[in-house]
C-alpha cells in the first residue's frame, strides 16, 4: 500500500479557460448603428423598457379579464348528472373559445413590441 499516483478530479463545468497573455485585448461589441455608447445612451433603453412592460402586463390584464370568468361559465352550464357525457357548451368554451383570444392578444402584442422598438431604433 504504497503511495499510488491517483489521477486529480476536475468538475468541468463549461468551456476550458485559456491564457490570454500574449494575446491582444478583446474589444468590445459595437453598438446596432455603428456608432459609440455614450453615457446618456440609457434613457432609450429605459424607455423602451417600460413600453414593453406596459405592453406585456396589458396584454396580460386583457387575457385574465377574458379567459379568468371561463371557470364560472363552466360552473354554470348544467351538470350532465348520472351521465358521462359532457355537454356541448363544455367543449366549445374550453376547446374553441379561448384560441382566438389568445391568437388576437399575441397577435397585438408583437405589432405593440415592434412598433416600440422601431420607435426606438427610428426604423
Known sequence: MGAESVPRREVVTGRPRID?????????????????????????VRSLMRRQLRAALTTTALLAASLGPLPVLLRLVPAGGARHD?????????????????LCAGAWY?????????????R
Open 20 to 44: 490570454r497573455a500574449g494575446l491582444p485585448p478583446l474589444r468590445a461589441a459595437a453598438p446596432p448603428g455603428g456608432r459609440a455608447a455614450t453615457p446618456g445612451d440609457d434613457a432609450p
Open 86 to 102: 359532457v355537454p356541448l357548451a363544455v367543449w366549445l368554451l374550453l376547446g374553441v373559445a379561448p384560441y382566438p383570444v389568445l
Open 110 to 122: 408583437v405589432r405593440r413590441a415592434e412598433r416600440n422598438e422601431g420607435d426606438v431604433t427610428g
